[in-house]
């Protein structure tokens, strides 16, 4: 008996050896494949910084470049909020004929230097500016911009600019909020040619109407950096028009003008309802009894002239025959 427990214990024993064997053993593998999967992380993760680092230094090195290809027209036309200017072509602003009594329109202390920085040329005094005035002159040649602006969109290059924008896959300009427009796209304008008189509005070719540009941005631009031909002369000068493909190339609407007609469950609002009114019903048969005695006096007024006027007919035509009776007296007495 004493054996067969012994030999129980022994092989108890060695079972659990192994099995604390194994264990440990396992352990350690795991361990040691842990600590490998850590390493080729980490060299994982420097080749994605150092390939990061690589792109992060080409975009770098890719923006250095456009931002010194970009000129200030595009770096103004691309700010948020300008998507209703179009880039004026350089050579138009280099001719002066084109810039002709601009300075009176547009009056600044820094015209010259204005003009300079819109075209991108040095200014040779620029180092004895303050920073004040270099915020004067950027101010200055944004105000520039948009009167040299109001006159190239009236150019048949102008025009075609324009264009591009308006039939652009999403309108530049914005689309009509009236119901009946059905998101008609707009045009820019103002309502004055001349400058810090009113913000510029968006004008419907199809309700033939004004509004206020949606956007917050929008609404602080000056009326006067697009004028009041601008949209009406867009519209005559490509009425007509078609592309190779025998295609218009602006969609010019039918007008449609009429107002829209309120409905109460379905029903159509007379006129003559007031909106919003508390009128009782007694309100409502004072009125009517008042129309009605106003109209009645109308009639006795009328029917009292009447009877005049057929009082005077009657004492004229006994006045006639009398004067008739008279005349054959005196006839028929003898000489």
Known sequence: MSSKQDMYNSA??????????????????????QEEIVEYGQDEESELDVSDDSDDSDTIGTQTSDEEDTS???WFCALKGNELFCEVEESYIDDD??????????????????????LDEENVNDHMLTEEQH????????????MIHAR?????????????????????????????CGGQRCLPMGVSDTVRTAMVQLYCPKCRDTYSPTRSRQKCIDGAYFGTTFPHLFLMHFDGKY???????????????RPYEPKVFGFKVHP???????????????EREEKAEQAKRQRAIEASKSKEANKAAAAGDADRREGGERKDKQQAQPL
Request: glycine share 8%.
């Open 12 to 33: 108890m024993s060695g079972m659990q050896g192994d099995m604390r064997g194994s264990k440990q053993d396992m352990y350690n593998m795991g361990k040691k494949r």
């Open 272 to 286: 003559s309802a007031r909106s919003g009114s508390n009128r009782s019903i007694r309100t409502i048969q004072r």
């Open 72 to 74: 200030w027209i595009m």
């Open 135 to 146: 915020e004067e002159i950027e101010t200055y040649a944004e105000q520039l911009y948009g």
């Open 152 to 180: 190239y969109i009236l150019t048949t290059r102008g025009l075609e600019a324009m264009r591009a924008k308006f039939n652009a896959e999403k309108c530049h300009f914005g689309t009509c909020p009236r119901v009946y």
């Open 97 to 118: 004929f084109n810039l002709q009594g601009l300075a009176a329109h547009a009056p600044g202390p820094y015209y010259e230097e204005a003009l300079k920085l819109i």
């Open 243 to 257: 592309d190779k493909n025998n295609k218009p190339l602006v969609e010019i609407p039918t007008p449609d003008d």
